[in-house]
């Protein structure tokens, strides 16, 4: 198995990953949403935090809205976790 890592701009980033990793704030997570789908390949995962929780709801719908599914979430304080899988 094989990991690359990556750091930059989404939109800078080219192919597609099992596993794509956003710790980034509410805001940019939702400006690109459709970007962050078409890095994570069919079946894979998006790990997205840095999401504080009074913007959570915001953040939910954007990735809905592109097609991911929501997996699970996590909390710690008043920071929000977000695992989202791709179908």
């Known amino acids: 198995?094989?990991?690359?890592?990556?750091?930059?701009?989404?939109?800078?980033?080219?192919?597609?990953g099992d596993?794509?990793?956003a710790n980034i704030i509410a805001k940019v997570i939702i400006g690109i949403?459709?970007?962050l789908y078409?890095?994570?390949k069919p079946?894979?995962?998006?790990?997205?935090?840095?999401?504080?929780?009074d913007k959570e709801a915001a953040v939910v719908a954007a990735l809905v809205d592109v097609g991911f599914?929501?997996?699970q979430r996590t909390t710690k304080?008043?920071?929000?976790?977000?695992?989202?899988?791709?179908?």
């Open 43 to 53: 079946g894979g995962m998006l790990l997205a935090s840095g999401i504080i929780a």
């Open 69 to 71: 599914t929501i997996i």
């Open 77 to 87: 304080e008043e920071w929000v976790c977000l695992a989202v899988r791709r179908p």
């Open 19 to 21: 596993l794509v990793l």
């Open 38 to 40: 078409h890095r994570v």
């Open 1 to 16: 198995d094989i990991v690359t890592v990556r750091q930059g701009v989404v939109t800078d980033i080219a192919g597609q």
């Open 33 to 35: 949403a459709p970007e």
